[in-house]
């Protein structure tokens, strides 16, 4: 009787199990996973006074971290660069090909000028023909006036040449960010603490040339070629 009235611990009756906390539809992702990263841990002790020596853990500590950092930071500006580069290319083409249509039009036609003398001289030897009075006057065009272009086309060429340098400028200054952060991730072979001064001396050199303000700068130049483009396009 006594072991029909027992009842189970709490211990041993199941738990309902909670079903996971969703944001907009999506699981969230416990704390716990975040806290699963741990930094690199070095068991072994510096021997005493070698606490700065060119190997000592307080160098790869700083090398682990900073490789963490970096591989990050350029991560991030190398996909931000490859896009750019590659728009600036094709933007570029683009611009060169309207150019060289509108350049044209800041010169004189000489195709439309000789078909206007040929037309005068055709008037005249027709008139000739005919056995009337040839009145010679000025022809409809004078090859040896000066030729001025249009304000319009002025204004089409100068923004368009613009919007190419421009865009082409942003093209090189990709490329040579390109080879500085290619540069900045190169470590040669060394000691641990060698290893630390040359990326410290780097990311000092980075910081001082403000590279990473050049590359958000780049997006805010290649905008303004952009714009300077439609501007034109828009008076073509």
Known sequence: MQAEDAQPSPASVPRPTQPPKTFFGLVQESRRHWQSYSRPVFNDEDPYGQEAAPNARAWRVYVEEAAAFDENMVGQSRDGLDVMLVFA????????????????NLQADFSEMSALLLHDLLVVQLAMADGGTVNVTAPSINPAEKFEPDAIDVWINGLWVVSLVTSLVVALAAVLVKQWLHRYMTFPSGTWGLRSHIRQFRFMGLEQWRVRIIIGMLPIIMHISLMLFFAGLALF
């Open 89 to 104: 290319g094709l933007f570029s083409a683009v611009v060169t090909s309207f150019l060289v249509q509108v350049s044209q």
